[in-house]
Each structure stands twice: as C-alpha cells, then as structure tokens.
C-alpha cells in the first residue's frame, strides 16, 4: 500500500507562489501516472494537472494552464506542483493521487486516482 505526503502549502498573497511536494513510499513510483486534486470549502474534488509513468506528458485544468507546472523526480518518488501567479480561487486543499493502475494512457479523472495523501492547505489572499 503506497502512502503519499504532501508539503508546502501555506498562504500567500495573490500573484505569489507556492511548491507543492509529493512524497511517495515504495519502490514502485516510476510506473503510475500522478495527479494533483483540489477541493474547496462545499466543492467536489476538481483536477488540477496530472504528468504520466514517463515524466513525458502533463495535463493541466484551463485555469491553471500558463501558471502551474508539474513535475516529478522518480529518483526522489517525489511529485511537484510549482504554482505561480496565484489567485483567490486557487484558495483549496490539494490532495496527490496516484493512478489505479500502473503505466497506460494519462487520465484527468478523479475515479481513476487513488492512494490520497491528507492533503495540503493552500490559502491565497487578494
């Protein structure tokens, strides 16, 4: 059973930044696709931006696109999430999941994530 932590959140002031961190136990990282969630206060738990097995391909929700970026070091099994020029409505709980099943094509799909960490808080004030 993999465990997953997250760090870094905190609160800033919009168009600030913030790195989120993705620890991930095992030794079996490098083969599943991971993702990064948010939830706000009375939300669902929406995608946020997803990077495949390979570190090759990235998905990103619209509104995130152009600001956020993910990556990750299968050396560190380790996932990353810098996000820049924030706004009050990334104000959330990001949550790191990783995909079900190992290797095939990258998903945005909240059903086939799991393994959640406790999530991070991240506040951003206008």
């Known amino acids: 059973q993999v465990q997953l932590v997250e760090s870094g959140g905190g609160a800033v002031q919009a168009g600030g930044s913030l790195r989120l961190s993705c620890a991930a136990s095992?030794?079996?990282?490098?083969?599943?696709?991971m993702g990064w969630f948010r939830q706000a206060p009375g939300k669902e738990r929406e995608f946020v931006a997803t990077?495949?097995?390979?570190?090759?391909?990235?998905y990103y929700t619209d509104s995130v696109k152009g600001r956020f970026t993910i990556s990750r070091d299968n050396a560190k099994n380790t996932v990353y999430l810098q996000m820049n020029s924030l706004r009050p409505e990334d104000s959330a709980v990001y949550y790191c999941?990783?995909?079900?099943?190992?290797?095939?094509?990258?998903?945005?799909?909240?059903?086939?994530?799991?393994?959640w960490g406790q999530g991070t808080q991240v506040t951003v004030s206008s």
């Open positions: 095992g030794r079996t990282f490098d083969i599943y696709t």
């Open positions: 990077i495949m097995w390979n570190g090759v391909n990235t």
């Open positions: 999941g990783r995909k079900l099943l190992a290797y095939g094509p990258a998903t945005t799909r909240l059903a086939d994530f799991g393994s």
